[in-house]
């Protein structure tokens, strides 16, 4: 059976729920963590660092690296990811997203004279993992991809067999009897299978098969997250809350704002593009609105549009996982339970994939990722 990985990508110590999931999972017996330096992601390490120090149990480190081939900074910054994570060594090692090259929009012929470039950088991780395999900081390492993978090859356009011909030279020139790549890691979902066939040959090869994103499926039309929200039972009064005291000549753009937000609820395609609006254009507006105000009336006022917005922030959720299910309703027409619950039961029931790692920052999410374990 599938097991769940700790997605150790969004916590830090400033958050005490971010530590008690972390908690929670190992009490849980989730003690594969995931984890990365980029993207601010040292305060995650730090994080899940703090947590192993108070804990005897035995835990597995995946950690993923991305590295510039023309800095060669691969070995800095697995020398910076020991220190944060107070670890000397790891579990399994990942090169990360080295088909970023091809990233954008790119012709056919820009991309085939990309390869070399990208092969270099994958021989050059490969060379680094066998030596660090040798000197026992880690026991394995793997390529990782943030992209939905095309069917017929892995990485764009990278041959599924070149990967392990490349780890066997790497492994003969570092001098190793065996090669020690053991993992791919890339993103499936119910929505996004086309992952499935390379995963069926990465079993086949005797490889780990670990799924990203499992929640978060891509089609033609945008980004979706795939789970299901309760509607927020307070919304409605903390929206009415603040119309009324905003219903004043001074604070008539704060209540044009609202009353707008409000309208547009139920249209964005997910949450993130809400949370995108929210900092660019939302937050702004608030501060131009307010900032004539006296600094007592505009602390009182904070009080009353911070809880506005986590309760628009659930209905958000809310209105894009009844969006979501409506859109990809092909998807979930043989499943009555909640989006997130069909989304895992699929990957489960999948004979070639091995580990879903999924983010559990919040101890709800931990707990959610067992109850399917157990059923």
């Known amino acids: 059976m599938s097991t769940f990985a700790f997605g150790n990508y969004k916590t830090s110590l400033v958050n005490n729920n971010h530590i008690f999931a972390i908690q929670e999972a190992l009490q849980s017996g989730i003690t594969t963590f995931y984890t990365t330096p980029h993207n ?3 305060l995650a390490q730090e994080a899940l660092a ?3 120090q108070t804990t005897d149990e035995e835990v597995e480190i995946a950690l993923e690296l991305e590295f510039d081939v023309k800095e060669d900074n691969l070995e800095q910054l697995f020398e910076n990811s020991l220190e944060n994570l107070q670890q000397k060594k790891i579990t399994t090692l990942f090169l990360k997203n080295p088909e970023a090259e091809f990233w954008g929009d790119l012709t056919q012929e820009d991309r085939e004279e990309k390869i070399e470039e990208v092969y270099k950088k994958i021989i050059g991780a490969f060379l680094f993992f066998e030596k660090e395999v040798q000197q026992g900081r880690i026991a ?5 991809s943030d992209s939905f993978a095309h069917p017929k090859d892995f990485l764009f356009h990278l041959p599924y067999e070149d990967l392990i011909t490349m780890a066997k030279n790497a492994a003969i020139e570092i001098g190793n009897k065996e090669h020690s790549l053991s993992a791919i890691k890339l993103p ?3 929505v996004n ?3 499935l066939e390379c995963a069926a040959w990465g079993k086949k090869n005797n490889l780990e098969v670990v799924v990203s994103s499992p929640l978060q499926a ?3 039309d945008g980004v979706f997250r795939l789970a299901t929200y309760d509607e927020p039972r307070e919304y409605y009064y903390y929206l009415n809350e603040l119309l009324e005291i905003c219903e004043n000549d001074t604070l008539e753009p704060l209540y044009n704002l609202i009353e707008n937000l409000d309208t547009k609820k139920h249209k964005y395609s997910w949450i993130g593009e809400y949370e995108v609006f929210l900092t660019s254009e939302v937050l702004p507006y608030i501060k131009q609105s307010i900032e004539k105000l006296e600094p007592k009336i505009q602390e009182e006022l904070l009080v009353y549009i911070e809880k506005f917005l986590q309760e628009y922030k659930a209905m958000v959720k809310y ?3 009844l969006s979501t299910r409506k859109r990809l309703a092909e998807y979930f027409s043989n499943c ?5 619950e069909c989304a895992f039961e699929f990957l489960l029931a999948q004979e070639n994939v091995d580990t879903i790692v999924t983010s559990m920052h919040k101890p709800s999410y931990v707990a959610e990722a067992v109850a399917l374990l157990n059923n």
């Open 40 to 42: 601010m992601g040292y």
């Open 50 to 52: 703090t947590v192993l």
């Open 140 to 144: 394995k390492y793997g390529i990782a």
């Open 188 to 190: 499936i979902n119910i």
């Open 193 to 195: 299978q086309e992952g």
């Open 218 to 220: 891509t089609t033609k």
């Open 319 to 321: 209105e894009c996982s």
């Open 336 to 340: 009555n339970a909640t989006m997130q």
